[in-house]
T-cell receptor, first 112, second 116 residues
Framework: DQQVKQNSPSLSVQEGRISILNCDYT??????FLWYKKYPAEGPTFLIS?????DKNEDGRFTVFLNKSAKHLSLHIVPSQPGDSAVYFC???????????FGQGTRLTINP | ETGVTQSPTHLIKTRGQQVTLRCSSQ?????VSWYQQALGQGPQFIFQ???????GRGNFPPRFSGLQFPNYSSELNVNALELDDSALYLC???????????????FGSGTRLTVV
């Protein structure tokens, strides 16, 4: 039972343009959402998060949007840079639980 | 400060064998979680240790077991290895309270386990 889904395995974007990565979830109990970035041979690194009481959180070039009614969140990267090329994971948690539930990941490639 | 260190980086084992993976948590971190990441999938939660006690477990069989030591480093042990155990095993540490998820996890680079 895949509670967090990233339906696009890969995404290719021109440098300088906007990258939009999407994530859907099924568990309405999730109340905190995170995005992680992973380079080859490295562990995931935290990028940005959002609580279920908000619908938007911004940090520099990165913005996460949460649509609770649609059980959907997205990560916007503007402008996209070559160093953004990585695998991006969406993750969710329930307050009081010990675990993060991850999506399958989306490989983002930024083309010069 | 040092980050999370995992050893070994790569490992090849035969089906039926046992394996121990090691994790040194980031300095000052008292909570360690282990995740399994199969090829093409996202990480899946195995279990968490807080102050040397298991503090939450995912949907993994008992042949997956762990330890946390007084210095908060941790081990993941897998008995009776199966081919499907081939994966990247990630360790993550944080400063926790044991009462719920702490979102400031630092991940290690992982151990790539191949079972043949």
């Amino acid at each position: 039972d895949q509670q967090v889904k990233q339906n696009s395995p890969s995404l290719s974007v021109q440098e300088g343009r906007i990258s939009i990565l999407n994530c859907d979830y099924t568990n309405s109990m999730f109340d905190y959402f995170l995005w992680y970035k992973k380079y080859p041979a490295e562990g995931p690194t935290f990028l940005i998060s959002i609580s279920s009481i908000k619908d938007k959180n911004e940090d520099g070039r990165f913005t996460v949007f949460l649509n609770k009614s649609a059980k959907h969140l997205s990560l916007h990267i503007v402008p996209s840079q070559p160093g953004d090329s990585a695998v991006y994971f969406c993750a969710a948690s329930v307050q009081g639980a010990q675990k993060l539930v991850f999506g399958q990941g989306t490989r983002l490639t930024i083309n010069p | 400060e040092t980050g999370v260190t995992q050893s070994p980086t790569h490992l090849i084992k035969t089906r039926g064998q046992q394996v121990t993976l090691r994790c040194s948590s980031q300095s000052g971190h008292n909570t360690v979680s282990w995740y399994q990441q199969a090829l093409g999938q996202g990480p899946q939660f195995i279990f968490q240790y807080y102050r040397e006690e298991e503090n939450g477990r995912g949907n993994f069989p008992p042949r997956f077991s762990g330890l946390q030591f007084p210095n908060y480093s941790s081990e993941l042990n897998v008995n009776a290895l199966e081919l499907d155990d081939s994966a990247l095993y990630l360790c993550a540490s944080t400063v926790g309270t044991g009462l719920g998820y702490n979102y400031g996890y630092t991940f290690g680079s992982g151990t790539r386990l191949t079972v043949v």
